[in-house]
Structure formats: structure tokens, C-alpha cells
């Protein structure tokens, strides 16, 4: 048997994973020719992956497929072609030439795009967080909650003292001083510095979240390092 | 003008004024003309215009910010130069060696044993959820993160599909990233190590794949599953699965869960599909940067998420109360130790640079 035969493919996979994770390390001595070759092959396989997933899931079944095997309905036939048309007409964007063509394909998905994402905000975010604010001073929901009463006020007041000051934070009117430079209203003022607190919290947990999701892949990866170095010399 | 009188005088009025006497040696009309040496000093000096351009400060500033612009196009940009290892801060070095070593002092001594984190109500729901799923109720699954994120992302995905697969549900799984394809066979690889399952089987789940579009897409999966998800990645029809056939729209489902390192996702998720799930319980296992923004959504009265698992800690949680140990058990000492030495290097870097900006200021 040859000496490929015997390298199993799980193997091969642990070696070239190995390898790969030690180049990306590497940019701990600052940006070298291994970080970078370790960049490239993640984005050349990435690019190459989704290319042949987005021809087998959308391509294929969604436009080829359906149109290879036509019943011969006028309505299906319109239903199929209206999309092939805009694809043609979108595929001409990368001809400078004639990408003008494909401007209104892109501006009808931008706008669906873009309606559909505000929609979404107003009805998914925008609203029920409106309502859940102000349900938080429902004394029936209050009531119904297993939270002792006046825990459930002051928890309610300071999120209620967050949210305005937050808001007020971002109210920029100002009125000229005596000096002439743009000053905002003393009470205006004290209000935005309670919501400036409220934000530099916010960032710090945001920060504190990228810092323990870093570490977990850290810790994954350094786990796999070690665990094929010991495996390697049968410690 | 009075050179003009003069210069006209004899020509004009020579044979006119002959006739009238004279007075002393003065024509008549030179009474009336305005002396040669007066017209002189009454003139007016015409006023010194300089030649030099009056240019403020602001103006020379600008003007030479034009020049140095108009200069730089024609030069070609020097190209950063190359620094070479032993030029490296050794602080970025020693940061890494530190951790490296608690990592290692982790795998080699194992030691000190922390304690797994408590199970949060969020965390409790979900598994409730899935310990009262009936045998082959639908859920609908979704894996919806980069491989990047995998050391996090994975021990939650193993922790919850593994007991689901024991609960024997029927799973459909989707995702609206193209790698999130490659992302679901690895995740039911790593479980098939520890819940035995016949990869592949369509009597257990599908594989429904890739949903284009991002939001526009979840919206058209809320609106219309049918259409939007017309088959398999194997190219094998959906909708003919005995434990599918009472699906028709997105609220049949026994419950959606999301799997996701992106509080964007989450958030398209609760936005576009979140509306249409009726009393499906909407439950997203999501990365411990999410926790900020996706936590009002399940704060919020009535809830938009009714469950909810974050990073390490919630899969390490929920292995802890079901009993099955898998990968987020084996990294919780070392993540715990790590996280340690990662908030003293924080706490002493802020000292020193607290200390050092106090230093300049008094300087």
C-alpha cells in the first residue's frame, strides 16, 4: 500500500488544520507571509464554497430546475422568466459597458431590501419595545409577576431613567453662551451626562462579549494544538 | 482745464477783446481764471494702491493644504516598511505567552477546578422546551454562523442537538449563510461522537440549506416556507416527510431555534419571523457578544425571544443540568482561567496607562 493509502483523510484534515491555525498564530509576531498565505486560502476556499453552494441551493433548484421542467402554463412561464430576465439583466453589471442595464435590477433590490428591513424594525423592534416599555409600569403585569412589587418599580425606573437619558444624550440643540460658543441647557446637560454613563456601560458590555467570544475560539483552538501535539508524541 | 482757457485764450477771443482797455497787462477774462499755482496745490494726489495680496492666516493654511494635495498626487506613495520580528513590541508576545501558558498549565495540571456557571431562566426554558418535545414534533433549526466563531458557537449547537436527537424530533435545518451549509454537517459530526444517530437519515432530519437574501429571505421563509424551501441540499423533496406534512406555514413548527454569532441575524430573525410564530416559541443560542442587544428582546413584556443561551458559559450550563458532557465541559477550566489572566492583563495595562497619563499631566 502506498504511503497516501495510509494517511486517512480525518488525518490529512488534523494536519492541514494544524498548520493552517499555526500560520494564522503567527500575526502574534506581527504580519508575515504565513498570515498571510493562511488569509488567502481561508478566502479562496470561502469564495469557492459559496459559489458552488449558491449554484446548488438557489441557481439550480430555484431557476434552472424549474424552468428545464416546464408544465406548460402561461402563468408559470411568467413566474419563471420575469426572474431569468432580471438575472441576465443584473449579469450585465460586470460588462462596464452595459452595466447600466442592470441598474434598475439593482435598485429593485435595494428598495425590496430596504423595505423589508425597516418594516421589520418597526413592526419587530421599534414597537414592541415601545410597548414593553411602557408595560413596565403596568401595575396588572406587575402584579402578575412572581418579582416582589417594589423591586419590579425600581427595576422599571431605572430602565425608564436609561432609556430618556440615553435619548437625551443624542438631543444636540444648543443655544449660543455668553461667550458665543454652542452650549446646551444646564438641565439638558446633567440629563446627557447620566445617559453618557449608560452608553460607556453598554460599550463596556459589548466589549466584555467580543473579549469572552475571542477567548472561546482562543481556548478551542489552542486546546486542538495541544491535544495533537500530545496525541503525536503518545503523551 | 485752465491750461485748456489759456491755450484757447488768443485764438478765440484775440479780435473780440481787441476792442476793450486793458488792465494791468490782464486780459478780462483772465480775472476770472483760476491761478496756474492754485489749480496746482488743490489737486488731489491720486491715492497709493499696493500691489501685494493681502492673505489671512486661515487662507495661507488652506493654500498651502491645496499645494501639499496637488504636490502628493504626483508622487507615488512610499511603500510601509517591512518591520522585522525583532523590532515587535515584545508586549504583544508576552500578552500571548501569558495565556498560551494558562492554557497549557490547564491541559497539563488541570488545576483549579472551577465550578460550572449557574443555569440562567433563559437557558432553563430552552431546555424545557426540548425535554418536552414529543417524539417527531417538527423544529425548525438553524445554523447561522461563521466557522470563525466555531470555538464558541460549537459546544452550544452540540449541547442543544443532542438532546434533540435524543428526544427523537424531527429536525429541519436551515440557514441564511452560504457556510452555514459546511457549519450543520460539522455540528452533527462533533454530536454523532457522543448520541448515536444515522448520519444522512431523512427519517430524523433535512438539510434544507442555504435561504438567500438575508431578511428578505427570512421574511419570505415566514410568509410562504413552502416556496421558499422547495428541497433539500441533496436535491430530495421536503414536504413529502410524513413529519412535515402538517407544516404549512412557519407557526406550525414546535419551536424555532437559531443558532448565531451575529446580533444582526438574531435580530432579523425576532424582526421578520418573529411576528409570524404565533405561540411557537422563538429560542436563539448566540454568541456572548450578542448578549447586550438580543437581551431586551427576552426582557421585554411580552417577550419576543421566550429563551435564550449565550456563549461558553450557557452551553456549559446546559451540559451541566442534562447531564451530557461534551466540549464546552472539557474548555470550561481553561476558558475560566484564561478569562482571568485576560481581565488582570486588562487591569493592570489600565493602571499603567492610568498612572502614566497622571505622570504627564503633573510633567
Known amino acids: 500500500m502506498s504511503l497516501v493509502n495510509n494517511i486517512s483523510t480525518d488525518l490529512l484534515g488534523v494536519i492541514v488544520g494544524l498548520i493552517l491555525t499555526l500560520c494564522i498564530f503567527s500575526y502574534i509576531f506581527g504580519d508575515n507571509v504565513l498570515f498571510r498565505l493562511g488569509i488567502n486560502i481561508f478566502i479562496g476556499v470561502t469564495a469557492g464554497y459559496i459559489a458552488v453552494v449558491i449554484w446548488h441551493s438557489v441557481i439550480l433548484p430555484q431557476l434552472i430546475g424549474p424552468i428545464s421542467t416546464w408544465d406548460g402554463s402561461i402563468t408559470n412561464f411568467v413566474k419563471l422568466i420575469i426572474p431569468l430576465i432580471l438575472s441576465i439583466l443584473l449579469l450585465l453589471k460586470i460588462f462596464p459597458r452595459l452595466s447600466s442595464f442592470g441598474s434598475p435590477v439593482m435598485a429593485f433590490i435595494v428598495g425590496a431590501g430596504a423595505a423589508t428591513i425597516v418594516g421589520g424594525a418597526v413592526v419587530g423592534t421599534f414597537l414592541p419595545q415601545i410597548t414593553a416599555s411602557i408595560n413596565l409600569f403596568d401595575p396588572q403585569i406587575q402584579n402578575s409577576s412572581s418579582e416582589l412589587i417594589w423591586l419590579l ?83 | 482745464m485752465t491750461e485748456d482757457k489759456q491755450n484757447e485764450t488768443p485764438q478765440n477771443h484775440k479780435h473780440s477783446d481787441s476792442a476793450e482797455p486793458e488792465n494791468d497787462g490782464k486780459l478780462p477774462w483772465q480775472e476770472r481764471a483760476i491761478p496756474i499755482e492754485q489749480a496746482a496745490s488743490d489737486a488731489e494726489q491720486p491715492k497709493p494702491y499696493s500691489t501685494k495680496i493681502h492673505v489671512t492666516e486661515e487662507q495661507k493654511t488652506n493654500t498651502l493644504l491645496l499645494e501639499e494635495i496637488i504636490r502628493s498626487e504626483g508622487v507615488a506613495p512610499r511603500a510601509p516598511r517591512k518591520t522585522r520580528i525583532s523590532q515587535i513590541s515584545t508586549l504583544r508576545i508576552a500578552i500571548a505567552l501569558a495565556l498560551i501558558i494558562a492554557m497549557i498549565w490547564m491541559t497539563v495540571f488541570d488545576l483549579p477546578e472551577f465550578t460550572f456557571p449557574a443555569v440562567l431562566p433563559e437557558t432553563r426554558y430552552i431546555h424545557q422546551v426540548l425535554q418536552t418535545t414529543p417524539p417527531n414534533a417538527p423544529i425548525l433549526l438553524s445554523f447561522d454562523y461563521e466557522p470563525g466563531f466555531a470555538g464558541e458557537m460549537d459546544p452550544g449547537a452540540t449541547a442543544i442537538l443532542s438532546q434533540l436527537l435524543s428526544s427523537n424530533a424531527y429536525l429541519m435545518f436551515v440557514t441564511t449563510n452560504p457556510i452555514g451549509v459546511a457549519v450543520t454537517e460539522r455540528v452533527l459530526s462533533l454530536t454523532s461522537e457522543n448520541i448515536s444517530f444515522q448520519m444522512g437519515d ?42 412535515l406534512e402538517d407544516v404549512h406555514s412557519i407557526s406550525d413548527f414546535y419551536s424555532i431555534i437559531v443558532i448565531t454569532d451575529s446580533p444582526d441575524t438574531g435580530r432579523a430573525w425576532i424582526e421578520q419571523v418573529g411576528p409570524q410564530l404565533g405561540h411557537t416559541p422563538l429560542l436563539i443560542v448566540a454568541s456572548a457578544k450578542t448578549e447586550p442587544i438580543l437581551r431586551p428582546y427576552y426582557e421585554a413584556k411580552p417577550k419576543q425571544v421566550q429563551g435564550l443561551m449565550f456563549g461558553l458559559r450557557g452551553a456549559a450550563a446546559t451540559e451541566n443540568i442534562t447531564g451530557i458532557s461534551n466540549h464546552a465541559s472539557n474548555y470550561w477550566n481553561s476558558f475560566s482561567l484564561t478569562v482571568i489572566v485576560a481581565s488582570v492583563i486588562l487591569l493592570v495595562g489600565g493602571l499603567v496607562s492610568a498612572i502614566s497619563a497622571a505622570s504627564k499631566l503633573d510633567t
Do not use: C
Request: glycine letters at 8%; charged letters at 10%.
Open chain 2, 202 to 243: 431523512p427519517t430524523q432530519y433535512v438539510n434544507a440549506g442555504y435561504i438567500p437574501g438575508g431578511p428578505t429571505g427570512l421574511y419570505s421563509l415566514a410568509t410562504s416556507i413552502r416556496s421558499t424551501l422547495p428541497q433539500s441540499v441533496n436535491g430530495d423533496p421536503i414536504w413529502q416527510q410524513p413529519a
Open chain 1, 153 to 235: 418599580i425600581i427595576e422599571s425606573s431605572f430602565i425608564l431613567i436609561a432609556t430618556l437619558s440615553t435619548l437625551i444624550y443624542f438631543h444636540f440643540s444648543a443655544r449660543p453662551n455668553s461667550r458665543g460658543s454652542p452650549k446646551r441647557a444646564a438641565l439638558i446637560e446633567t440629563i446627557a451626562g447620566i445617559g453618557r454613563f449608560f452608553i460607556a456601560v453598554t460599550f463596556g458590555a459589548l466589549f466584555a462579549g467580543v473579549l469572552l467570544a475571542s477567548i472561546s475560539a482562543f481556548v478551542e483552538r489552542w486546546d486542538f494544538i495541544i491535544s495533537v501535539f500530545l496525541s503525536i508524541f503518545h503523551l
